[in-house]
Nanobody
């Protein structure tokens, strides 16, 4: 399986921006569709965004649409999540995930996960 390490989380005021990055190692990066998920305290892990192996297919949750942008750099084995216009309800631990094959939106469809990075948005 591919190993994933997230970075870029932190504390930001509402309306601000953060850029999360996920570095992959161990397997051929282009074999994997990538996704970002998040989990707030007391809530289930939820889908945020996903991108196909070469970036031709991208999907966002309704809450992310128009504010977040997922991208990948296959030369650097990285996937990023640019988050703009952040809201307090975006506060969560954000996880990078990988799966072989096509994109999916359910956590159970992804076999590799990073350790997560905390994003806190203050009001």
């Amino acid at each position: 399986q591919v190993q994933l390490v997230e970075s870029g989380g932190g504390l930001v005021q509402a309306g601000g921006s953060l850029r999360l990055s996920c570095a992959a190692s161990g397997r051929t990066f282009t074999a994997y569709a990538m996704g970002w998920f998040r989990q707030a305290p007391g809530k289930e892990r939820e889908f945020v965004a996903t991108i196909s192996q070469y970036g031709s297919t991208i999907s966002y949750s309704d809450s992310a649409k128009g504010r977040f942008t997922i991208s990948r750099d296959n030369a650097k084995n990285t996937v990023a999540l640019q988050m703009n216009s952040l809201k307090p309800e975006d506060t969560a631990v954000y996880y990078c995930a990988a799966r072989q094959g096509s994109t999916r939106k359910f956590p159970s469809d992804f076999g590799s996960w990073g350790q997560g990075t905390q994003v806190t948005v203050s009001s």
